[in-house]
């Protein structure tokens, strides 16, 4: 890797922790120049302009999700135990086990809900992706015979989402010490009902 390359991701996973804590529109050209001491016109001439950089803070978050949550959940045996990694894996994306900020897609989704553009688009994009993933990860639990031959896939798609997404608000919101234990049993529900 040439060394702009590797300037280049140093300054994403420093833009991506930011982001994380104060969301796309409080990153700021200015906010990570001083965070890694580099220039305002060095970090310029790697951007061009802030809705570039927050198209590749998401396109770099994208990357790390896949890498720490969607492989090793491919890796695993398919069926129920890929569906379990899949869920242990998010849920450590939401608890802040990579960015301290918490899920950065929830918090971009939050801000850009009804902010038409380019940025909107490149996380909407993502997110269906996201939701196709889990379609076909919980459709191989259907062909191995783990899951119900008539459960639909997309009503447990959203359903894990809606888990998880209760899970950070009353985590990382409410700071409820019992919120992780609370979306395992949720979780464990809707297997228990996929069955």
Known sequence: MRKGETTKLAILDEA????????????????LAAKTELSKSGLFAHFQSKESLQIEVLRHARNRFVDVVIRPALATPRGEPRVRELFEGWLGWFRGDILSGGCLFTAAAAELDDQPGPVREFLVSDERDLTDTVVQIFRTGISEGHFR????????????????????????LLKDPGAEDRARRAFEALLTAAR
């Open 16 to 31: 991506s922790e930011i982001a994380s804590a104060v969301g796309l529109h409080g990153l700021t050209i200015g906010t």
């Open 149 to 172: 031959q008539e459960a639909d896939p997309y009503q447990f798609a959203q359903d894990v989402l809606g888990v998880l997404l209760a899970y950070t608000h009353t985590y990382r």
